[in-house]
């Protein structure tokens, strides 16, 4: 408590890194609390269980109020790019255009954030997965694809060197890559910060904020349960869109906006079993997209993914010997998620013990499209030899967004134009809670994209 800070920045997923790194380089003097630990290649957890008590919120997944979605939420040093894809898409048109409707801001569109887009790649190694990486998953995909008639195309990804031909397979880097080759936040940004002066203190939950005669006090307790409270000048909240969410309204902020317009992309995974074996979860697991405009008209895109046994086991219904029987079967089980661009809001509110309650269910437009996304997925299963199509029954929500939503409008809003709350000039925020609707395409190079554009504002707002 003794030490003033000029930025307090809450959570180091992508979007608190870039914003710490580029605070630093400008000389401000920074704090960053986070709420998970902080691994690194050597010591990230080595099996599904540790790994997802260990990386994320809730002992590894946290529901909706029906339980029929579940969020993976990371809780870690590096925060989403420590267990995520590192698939770093551009927005299209479509995108923006919807964005800066809902919005009111014109800096939504493609010549604006092309800049911000290119700035952050320079930071950040890129790889095309081309059809020479593709395990049996990705050529049933692909071979799915061309009978039907849809397109799709090679997926790029944030890595420097996987070397797959050492037996590498990048499944195992959910849960942090142990060759540093996957461009985390934490080994990409986070080392320059740090290096420029940033002090970074883990396993931190910030629990409250506010602000006394003009300084910030960001109080909140250590994983083993000692409280402690620090002050600066200015707070940058990045802890994510259900994170920043629970904090403003267990701190008593009272913009009712607070918490609206969630959004997660919710997905659902369906498998195929084979005769022959296809080793689903081998080498760059996941190397193609789909690309068909008609699907994007529908709402919904297709993946190339497989998850790790126990995220399989979870998804696949049934239970006791059925359940049994089917998983020995893994390696012979091809699998393909449907993700919708979801367009009913959910609501994160929290309950008087200051717990998370959210509110997310599909309308009849978002299961109209996921509907249509498995339609298309049995086809392409069907017309590649699948013996059995099972559909997993239970949603996923992995991009979660929105809560703190920017627009031009104070009654419709929680963020300025200028990253800043309204009311609250010195309280900015960046990161996914920002989205004022689901974009339907992978949100983190955007998330990094707006963090670089928002600490350049507010570099210059505070000099
Ligand atoms: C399995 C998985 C795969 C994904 N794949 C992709 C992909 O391929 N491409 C893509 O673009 N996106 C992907 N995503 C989504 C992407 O990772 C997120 O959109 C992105 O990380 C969000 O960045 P952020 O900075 O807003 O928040 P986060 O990355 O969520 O970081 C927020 C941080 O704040 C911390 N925090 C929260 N509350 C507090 C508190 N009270 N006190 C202190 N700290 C706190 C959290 O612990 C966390 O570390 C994936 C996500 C998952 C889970």
Redesign the pocket.
């Known amino acids: 408590m003794k030490t003033m800070y000029d930025m307090i920045i809450?959570?180091?997923?992508?979007?608190?890194?870039f914003m710490a790194q580029a605070f630093t380089q400008a000389g401000l003097k920074c704090l960053m609390?986070?709420?998970?630990k902080h691994f690194n290649k050597q010591t990230y957890p080595t099996n599904d269980l540790d790994a997802n008590s260990q990386l994320?919120?809730g002992g590894g997944i946290e529901l909706n109020k029906t339980a029929d979605i579940g969020f993976?939420?990371?809780?870690?040093?590096?925060?989403?790019?420590i267990?995520?894809?590192?698939?770093?898409?551009r927005f299209d048109d479509n995108a923006f255009d919807s964005w800066r409707n809902v919005s009111g801001i014109e800096f939504f569109n493609q010549e604006t954030m092309s800049y911000y887009y290119d700035d952050v790649l320079k930071d950040i190694k890129m790889q095309k997965l081309g059809p020479e990486l593709r395990n049996g998953n990705a050529k049933i995909f692909a071979e799915g694809f061309e009978k039907n008639g849809y397109l799709c195309d090679s997926l790029e990804?944030g890595q420097s060197n996987c070397a797959y031909e050492n037996g590498n397979d990048c499944i195992e880097c959910?849960r942090g890559c142990r060759i540093d080759s996957k461009q985390s936040?934490a080994i990409t940004i986070l080392p320059r910060a740090l290096k420029e002066g940033l002090r970074l203190i883990s396993e931190?939950?910030?629990?409250n904020l506010k602000i006394k005669e003009g300084i910030h006090i960001v109080e909140?307790r250590f994983s083993w349960g000692e409280q402690a409270s620090f002050k600066a000048g200015h707070v940058t909240l990045?802890?994510?869109?259900?994170?920043?969410s629970?904090?403003l309204l267990n701190s008593k902020f009272n913009n009712p906006n607070i918490g609206r317009g969630f959004y997660s992309h919710p997905q659902a995974m369906s498998l195929a079993i084979y005769d022959q074996e296809i080793n689903a979860h081998k080498g760059a697991f996941q190397t193609m997209k789909s690309s068909d405009p008609n699907f994007r008209l529908q709402n919904f895109k297709l993946e190339n993914v497989f998850a790790p046994p126990v995220g399989i086991a979870m998804l696949l219904p049934g239970i006791g010997k059925v359940h049994q029987e089917r998983m020995k079967r893994i390696t012979h089980m091809a699998c393909i998620e449907v993700a919708i661009r979801d367009q009913n809001p959910g609501h994160i509110t929290v309950t008087s013990d200051g717990n998370l309650k959210i509110t997310k269910e599909l309308n009849e437009v978002d299961r109209k499209s996921l509907k249509a996304g498995q339609q298309a997925i049995h086809q392409i299963f069907k017309s590649t030899g699948a013996k059995e199509i099972i559909d997993g029954e239970f949603k996923i929500g992995?991009?979660?967004?929105g809560g703190l939503a920017i627009g031009s409008t104070r009654s419709k809003s929680v963020v300025t134009p200028n990253f800043s709350l309204y009311d609250f000039p010195k309280i900015f925020c960046a990161?996914?809670?920002i989205f004022p609707n689901a974009p339907g395409i992978?949100?983190?190079?955007t998330?990094m994209a707006l963090?670089k554009m928002a600490s350049q504002k507010i570099i210059k707002g505070i000099s």
């Open positions: 809450i959570g180091a997923g992508p979007s608190g890194c609390l986070e709420a998970g994320y919120w993976l939420r990371p809780k870690v040093v590096g925060g989403g790019s267990v995520n894809q590192a698939l770093l898409d990804r959910l936040a931190f939950e910030v629990t909140g990045a802890s994510g869109a259900i994170g920043n629970r904090l992995l991009h979660l967004m990161d996914s809670s992978n949100p983190s190079l998330i963090s």
